[in-house]
């Protein structure tokens, strides 16, 4: 289960990991992207997907082999109830594995072009909310998840040269949601950004730091 699976892509990966014989489904709540994750898995037919808030969801107990999420766990109102009810639907032999972010202040993805356009005062701390390892071992203990493992990982992010690495930076992430929400915002922030990457050096192939967190856990 692919909890948060937006469009489709890590939906695709793991379909190619279990093959024909076994089975994908991802979950998201959200109906646009999964109308594209749809689209994207067509033809697969031992992929699934649920429109579902992932506290609610209701597959049976002990009926999945793994749960896995990529960015798409840190914002569930109840944390606690959400693992707790992925548990629920674990095998006793199952898996749990996700990635997460670590704080703001450690991905310079995110926080350059933040900064650099005044405007980390406006970012959205939700998805850095597993910043503490010790916040997320908790959750999984109380949720009865065993052999917990949360290990840092550094990755140099890049989209391309400068042009596209600006252009992501624009689009996605806390810059690119406050200037999709404040677009008079854009054309100073699109200014700056681009100053700082070009002084990064390689305009060729500009990269930026992202600093996660890599948990797993048994049922």
Not at 79 to 84: H, L, Q
Request: aromatic share 6%; glycine share 6%; with cysteine.
């Amino acid at each position: 289960m692919d909890v948060g699976c937006g469009t489709g892509q890590t939906v695709l990966q793991l379909a190619e990991m279990v093959g024909p014989q076994g089975r994908v489904v991802g979950v998201d709540m959200a109906h646009v992207l999964l109308d594209a994750a749809r689209e994207r898995t067509n033809g697969l037919g031992y992929v699934s997907f649920i429109e579902s808030d992932a506290l609610l969801l209701n597959l049976p107990d002990d009926s999945i082999d793994a749960v896995f999420s990529r960015f798409g766990v840190m914002a569930f109102a109840d944390p606690v109830a959400t693992f707790s009810n992925f548990h629920r639907m674990l095998k006793p032999t199952g898996r749990l594995a996700f990635v997460c972010w670590r704080s703001l202040e450690e991905n310079e993805l995110d926080v350059l072009p933040l900064r650099v356009a005044g405007l980390e005062h406006l970012a959205d701390p939700t998805p850095f909310s597993f910043e503490a390892p010790s916040y997320v071992q908790d959750i999984l203990e109380k949720a009865d998840f065993n052999d917990i493992r949360i290990v840092a990982h550094d990755q140099a992010v890049t989209s391309g040269d400068l042009d596209a690495m600006a252009t992501v930076l624009l689009r996605v992430g806390p810059l690119g949601r406050i200037v999709r929400e404040n677009p008079e915002l854009r054309a100073l922030a699109e200014t700056r950004v681009r100053a700082a990457l070009a002084a990064k050096g390689d305009t060729a192939n500009v990269a930026l730091q992202a600093a996660t967190w890599i948990v797993t856990a048994r049922a």
